[in-house]
């Protein structure tokens, strides 16, 4: 039975189902089996860098990746608790000033709450494309700043140290007024778990190889790596009784499935919190969507934006109603569920039921590990996400853009991450405005025994004395069309005889009401000069546009299908007793 195209559109769960087969669950078995084994230590570690309770990133990693089966449109994406998020999560509830961990909570609740309702809306009215706004290089420096942030923020676990704050002025300020209080268990713990993270991660894999164990089985194991880490840690710690010299541990974690609770619909808790919703949300899709679209492309698949915002919002919901905070898709473990065979969001379920299983008969034997260790998972899963060679390749391209990562890293690294993001939103627009306001305006010739036309400044061509044609490459807007009218009456204003300007728009999509009459204000001043306004290639939704106006009723000269035809037109100049050579040859 064909089902109706908007139901699919909306549940994209009917979609993948109907093909559903035993070997696609074996794959997807497979793979939720070596995401669940990297999960629970992630999952707790990531509650941690919140300030929440370990239980509630259990919690935030079962009813969220089930939602997203359901919505989702990525056959390979994982979504759960992660590092940059779960730090946002940490300022916004520390604005608050909580001091009561069940206020804590439910204000954990109530954030992923406003901000699964904030991604639905805009995936409902499919305004997917907002995203677009923000430019790769200021996210790109605004994640490279989080996770130095948060690297230094669990060095405090790592020393055994208290370290507070939200800037990384603030936290070494701090880590050095208490590093005379450094507990040395905690310090061997954690430089140990870190030294063996850091040596999984990179060589592992090759020496099992080296060791004939197959490929698969290799990955497997170097994915346990942070599984092994807990478990030594924690059995030392429980059986040397270092608790009791100081090492800090998780404690008890409630055995069960998740309760489930309801967010604050607290007007005054909305209104603080809001703000910080809509940056977790903005944040957490672009992440989401950028990693979903790079694995789908490799299977040559597709994703929706629109359906993609739907899929977060819904398990953002999933994570408030089930003691959760919020979630997206992450980049590390939707890598390891792509590399371990995930053929569709099914495996996604799957992982939550072995953390569901986890949370039913796991958690006691989690109650001696040290938080040290957990501090060592997330900063060598954060550090891979620190790439300050933006700075370089910016620089090298573009100033412009450089400017914009270099002021979105200081300002996250000196005044948090809050702050950080909202510069990086304000200077993304800005940036497109700016670019935008100043189209590129080239003056172009004949290329000799050609219909073609280039930059007078990059080409050897012809141009007509009594002739000026600019190609613009821009659309024109509010904020640009002073511009071009500026460059042109600069232009002209010259001695030399110039009688007709063509204005080509090869490249104009777009002419709004106030570029309109920027344009009819230069046709009155060209005409006031004896100079003729021409247009040429003018695209025909903009020439649609322009026939329900005046414009072209007033306009001093004509509309060129081409700019050939312009020149065909327009090459003799007008009779005059100084006429001078019809045309010249000339590279500018």
């Not at 074996?26 to 629970?40: F, K």
């Not at 609740?109 to 430019?135: K, P, Q």
């Not at 790109?140 to 507070?164: E, N, P, R, W, Y």
């Not at 999984?200 to 194991?221: E, F, I, Q, S, Y």
Request: aromatic letters at 8%; charged letters at 15%.
């Amino acid at each position: 039975m064909q089902l109706p195209r908007q139901l699919t559109r909306y549940l994209p769960i009917l979609d993948w189902a109907r093909t559903y087969d035993r070997e696609t669950a074996s794959a997807d078995g497979l793979a939720a089996v070596i995401v669940t084994i990297m999960l629970i230590p992630q999952s707790l570690a990531y509650a941690l860098l919140a300030g929440l309770p370990a239980e509630m990133g259990l919690y935030a990693s079962i009813l969220p990746l089930v939602a997203y089966a359901i919505f989702g449109t990525s056959r390979a994406l994982a979504v759960g608790p992660v590092a940059v998020v779960s730090l946002m999560t940490a300022a916004a509830i520390g604005n608050l000033g909580l001091s009561d961990p069940v206020d804590i909570a439910l204000a954990a609740g109530t954030l992923a709450f406003i901000s699964g309702v904030i991604l639905s809306l805009l995936g409902l009215f499919r305004l997917g494309f907002l995203a677009n706004f923000l430019s790769h290089p200021v996210i790109a420096g605004f994640i490279t700043a989080s996770g130095v942030l948060i690297a230094a923020s669990q060095l405090k676990h790592i020393f055994g140290i208290d370290m507070h704050g939200h800037t990384l002025t603030e936290l070494i300020r701090t880590m050095f007024a208490h590093l005379g209080e450094t507990n040395g268990y905690t310090l061997v713990l954690g430089l140990t778990a870190l030294a063996f993270l850091f040596w999984v991660r990179k060589g592992l894999k090759p020496l099992l190889l080296k060791k004939g164990v197959p490929p698969k089985l290799a990955d497997v194991l170097t994915k346990a790596g942070p599984v092994a880490a807990v478990v030594v840690t924690t059995l030392a710690t429980w059986v040397f009784g270092l608790s009791n010299a100081g090492v800090k541990i998780v404690g008890e974690i409630p055995m069960g499935l998740p309760p489930l609770t309801a967010p604050s619909f607290s007007p005054s808790l909305w209104n603080e919190l809001f703000m910080s919703a809509l940056l977790i949300s903005i944040i957490g899709f672009v992440e989401s969507v950028s990693v979903a679209q790079t694995l789908a492309a490799k299977r040559r698949q597709r994703i929706s934006p629109d359906q993609e915002l739907i899929g977060l919002g819904t398990s953002n919901i999933a994570s408030a109603v089930s003691g959760g905070f919020p979630v997206t898709g992450g980049f590390s473990r939707s890598v390891v569920n792509f590399d371990a065979g995930a053929a569709t969001p099914a495996a996604g379920a799957y992982t939550a039921v072995g953390i569901a299983v986890a949370t039913l008969l796991l958690t006691p034997l989690l109650f001696f590990l040290p938080k040290a260790t957990l501090a060592a998972t997330i900063i060598v899963a954060v550090l891979s996400l620190v790439d300050f060679s933006i700075l370089k390749k910016a620089w090298g391209y573009s100033k412009v853009d450089f400017a914009a990562v270099f002021a979105t890293i200081v300002l996250t690294l000196g005044f948090g991450v809050e702050l950080g993001v909202s510069a990086g939103v304000l200077i993304s627009i800005g940036l497109h405005l700016y670019k935008t306001s100043r189209p590129h305006v080239a003056e172009v010739g004949l290329v000799p025994e050609t219909h073609h036309f280039r930059n007078i400044k990059r080409h050897k061509v012809k141009t007509l004395p009594h002739l000026v044609t600019l190609r613009v490459d821009e659309s024109l807007y509010f904020a640009n069309a002073r511009f071009l009218e500026d460059y042109v009456l600069g232009r002209v204003t010259c001695d030399e005889p110039i009688e007709h300007v063509v204005l080509m728009f090869p490249a104009v999509n777009e002419v709004d009401m106030s570029a309109l009459e920027t344009l009819e204000e230069l046709n009155r001043r060209l005409s006031e000069m004896g100079i003729q306004l021409h247009l040429s290639e003018v695209k025909g939704p903009v020439m649609d546009r322009l026939k329900r106006s005046h414009f072209l009723d007033e306009l001093t000269g004509k509309v060129f299908l081409s700019q050939y035809d312009a020149w065909q037109a327009l090459q003799e100049p007008a009779p005059s007793p100084e006429q001078g050579s019809p045309a010249k040859v000339g590279a500018a």
